[in-house]
């Protein structure tokens, strides 16, 4: 028996009805089940993840202080020889140093110094690393040679005593020029850990797919690699922000930079060289800029480790 149109028709199931969107009900329920806003987004990190919440909050603090701290500090340095190495009081929370200045005050107005180099430094260096490192990792052949010749010899050279030999040479006044400085010598290992994800990604079908109809190097790059490896990028980004905070630091200690302006690596370095270890009623002034780096690290290295978990979801389910 041959069916007809109208006999396959009336076999067919119903229609769903209309939304007025173009849409079927199920796939709107469906996305109206799954969207979540911001405000349960972040309510339901903070609850899974409470180490990592704290860690945003102490990072935040330190943003706060970069932004704000110098507009409710005053920028004059009032030297107070009767109040040489002050313990905490109502006029000074963390006591003064060797000259009778509030540390409290130098670290708030430290905070911006550190922040801005440690965040152009990483900046520079990620964003050299991953374009290199990708664009070599696609092309191969001898470019690929080339750039594995040139990262090899970044990496022999010795960190403290290239910027030491730089500084005799160019002069680091500026925040601009310290971060380039410090990014020069801190991208080759992001990039070979950018190439080697690129090699992976490179074999995938859909990158194949997209090389077979001839699409381009850059639709390659930035539309089918790169977004995939935002993850990777971002962890990669905090921590090169922590290497170059540990640099500046560096170097601000040893005096190879101008010993002037606002900078926990420079209370340190007078805290040296004025001979404040010497002195037991020092040890405000000295610890105050050391417990500073090490919160702001370990904000940077918990948040990496909380982005980790939360872009990996085998982590985030384990």
Same mark, same amino acid.
């Not at 002037?260 to 037991?280: C, E, H, P, R, V």
């Given at each position: 028996?041959?069916?007809?149109?109208?006999?396959?028709?009336?076999?067919?199931?119903?229609?769903?009805?209309?939304?007025?969107?173009?849409? #079927?009900? *199920?796939?709107?329920?469906?996305?109206?089940?799954?969207?979540?806003?911001?405000?349960?987004? $972040? @309510? &339901?990190? /903070? !609850?899974?993840?409470?180490?990592?919440?704290?860690?945003?909050?102490?990072?935040?603090?330190?943003?706060?202080?970069?932004?704000?701290?110098?507009?409710?500090?005053?920028?004059?340095?009032?030297?107070?020889?009767?109040?040489?190495?002050?313990?905490?009081?109502?006029?000074?929370?963390?006591?003064?140093?060797?000259?009778?200045?509030?540390?409290?005050?130098?670290?708030?107005?430290?905070?911006?110094?550190?922040?801005?180099?440690?965040?152009?430094?990483?900046?520079?260096?990620?964003?050299?690393?991953?374009?290199?490192?990708?664009?070599?990792?696609?092309?191969?052949?001898?470019?690929?040679?080339?750039?594995?010749?040139?990262?090899?010899?970044?990496?022999?050279?010795?960190?403290?005593?290239?910027?030491?030999?730089?500084?005799?040479?160019?002069? #680091?006044? *500026?925040?601009?020029?310290?971060?380039?400085?410090?990014?020069?010598?801190?991208?080759?290992? $992001? @990039? &070979?850990? /950018? !190439?080697?994800?690129?090699?992976?990604?490179?074999?995938?079908?859909?990158?194949?797919?997209?090389?077979?109809?001839?699409?381009?190097?850059?639709?390659?790059?930035?539309?089918?690699?790169?977004?995939?490896?935002?993850?990777?990028?971002?962890?990669?980004?905090?921590?090169?922000?922590?290497?170059?905070?540990?640099?500046?630091?560096?170097?601000?200690?040893?005096?190879?930079?101008?010993?002037?302006?606002?900078?926990?690596?420079?209370?340190?370095?007078?805290?040296?060289?004025?001979?404040?270890?010497?002195?037991?009623?020092?040890?405000?002034?000295?610890?105050?800029?050391?417990?500073?780096?090490?919160?702001?690290?370990?904000?940077?290295?918990?948040?990496?480790?909380?982005?980790?978990?939360?872009?990996?979801?085998?982590?985030?389910?384990?």
């Amino acid at each position: 028996m041959v069916q007809t149109t109208a006999d396959l028709a009336h076999t067919l199931p119903p229609e769903p009805p209309s939304t007025g969107t173009g849409r #079927l009900p *199920s796939v709107e329920a469906a996305e109206g089940h799954y969207r979540v806003g911001w405000g349960q987004a $972040l @309510l &339901r990190f /903070v !609850r899974r993840n409470k180490i990592g919440a704290a860690a945003f909050l102490v990072f935040g603090f330190f943003v706060f202080l970069a932004i704000f701290g110098p507009l409710l500090t005053s920028t004059e340095k009032v030297t107070d020889l009767t109040q040489l190495y002050s313990q905490p009081s109502r006029d000074h929370i963390l006591g003064t140093d060797y000259a009778g200045h509030d540390t409290f005050t130098q670290i708030v107005r430290g905070a911006r110094s550190v922040l801005v180099v440690g965040a152009l430094a990483a900046a520079m260096s990620t964003f050299f690393a991953v374009t290199l490192g990708s664009i070599s990792a696609l092309i191969g052949g001898p470019s690929d040679s080339g750039v594995l010749l040139l990262t090899d010899v970044v990496l022999t050279i010795p960190y403290i005593v290239f910027l030491g030999v730089l500084a005799t040479f160019v002069k #680091l006044d *500026s925040p601009i020029l310290l971060a380039f400085i410090i990014a020069a010598v801190s991208w080759p290992t $992001l @990039l &070979r850990a /950018v !190439r080697a994800q690129v090699l992976s990604l490179k074999e995938r079908e859909y990158v194949e797919a997209a090389r077979v109809l001839d699409l381009g190097t850059p639709h390659i790059l930035f539309r089918e690699v790169l977004p995939n490896m935002t993850s990777y990028i971002v962890i990669s980004f905090v921590i090169a922000m922590t290497n170059a905070i540990y640099g500046q630091i560096i170097l601000y200690f040893f005096g190879l930079v101008p010993l002037s302006g606002d900078n926990w690596g420079l209370m340190i370095q007078f805290a040296f060289t004025k001979g404040a270890i010497y002195f037991t009623d020092s040890l405000w002034y000295i610890m105050s800029p050391i417990v500073a780096i090490c919160l702001l690290q370990l904000s940077l290295v918990l948040i990496s480790r909380s982005l980790e978990e939360l872009f990996n979801p085998r982590l985030r389910e384990g």
